[in-house]
DNA sequence: CAGGATCCCAAATGATACTG
DNA sequence: CAGTATCATTTGGGATCCTG
C-alpha cells in the first residue's frame, strides 16, 4: 500500500492547486457518513470505552431518544465504523465496539479537539 | 497558550478514559458548526484557491442553488471560518477567503483525506 | 434490556423568478 | 455578478406506546 502524503508536502500541494486532482472532494463521503445529530457524539463515547452497551450510550447522550439511538447505530453499523454484539444472557444485552474503520478516525478526533482547544475562547 | 498534548498522549489518555474529563465532548461544537449539506465542499474549494469568487464555487459545486451557497456562506462568515469581501467595481462582485480561525481546519481535512485514501477501497 | 412501530412536526433543502 | 424573495418539498428528529 502507497504512502499518504505528508501534511507538508498536502500543505504545499494545496498551495499550487494540485489537491483538487485527488478527485472530487474525497472529504465528503465520509462528512456525509457522519451527519446526523448524533454520530459523532456516539463515536467519541466509543473512543473513550474499549465496548459500550445500548443503555450505558443513552445514559451518556442526554436527550436522546431510543429511535434516534437505535438509528444512528444501525447506520454506523452499516457503514462499517463499529460492530454490534449481542448476548443472549438473561438479563440480555448488547455491546458495541470499534471496527478497524471506525478506529481510524481517531486521529481526525484528534485535530477536531485540538482545532477546539486552540479557538475554545474566540 | 498551553500546548495541546500530542497524538500519542491523546491514544494514552482515550485508553485510560481519561480524555472525557476534557468536557463534553469539545468536537461537537466545530462539527455543529460545518454540518449542512455543502459546507465542507465550500469549505474544501477555499483550501484549493487563495480566494473564490461566488460565480467559481457555484460552477464547482454541481447541483447547488443560489440560496444554498448564500446561507452556507452566510453562515461560514458568522462562525467565522471565512472572510467576505466585495468589490464594486464594473461588473462588481465578491471574494471569498479563510480566515486564521479557516485555516486551522487544514489538519482535519488532511487526516480526513488520509482516511478515505486508507479506506477508499473498503 | 434493547429495541420496533407509528405518527407528527420543524427545519433543512430546493426550484423558480426577479433585482441592486 | 451576486445575490433576494417566495413558495414547495423533502428529510431528520422526536414523542409515545408496544414487544421479543
Known amino acids: 500500500m502507497q504512502e499518504f502524503m ?6 504545499e500541494n494545496v498551495k499550487e492547486g494540485i489537491v483538487t486532482e485527488l478527485g472530487n472532494c474525497p472529504t465528503t463521503p465520509l462528512l456525509i457518513m457522519l451527519q446526523g445529530k448524533w454520530k459523532t457524539q456516539i463515536l467519541y ?13 443513552k445514559k451518556n447522550l442526554p436527550g436522546i431518544t431510543n429511535t434516534m439511538l437505535t438509528n444512528a447505530l ?8 463499529i ?3 449481542q448476548f443472549n444472557e ?3 444485552h448488547v455491546e458495541y465496539s470499534f471496527t478497524q ?6 486521529p481526525i478526533f484528534y485535530e477536531i479537539m485540538k482545532w477546539g482547544f486552540k479557538h475554545e475562547n474566540d
Chains 1, 2 share one sequence.
Open 6 to 11: 505528508s501534511y507538508e508536502e498536502f500543505l
Open 45 to 57: 463515547e466509543l473512543c473513550m470505552h474499549d465496548s459500550v452497551r445500548f443503555g450505558v450510550l
Open 74 to 81: 444501525r447506520e454506523l453499523e452499516a457503514d462499517g465504523f
Open 83 to 85: 460492530h454490534r454484539e
Open 90 to 92: 438473561i438479563p440480555p
Open 101 to 106: 474503520r471506525g478506529r481510524d478516525l481517531l
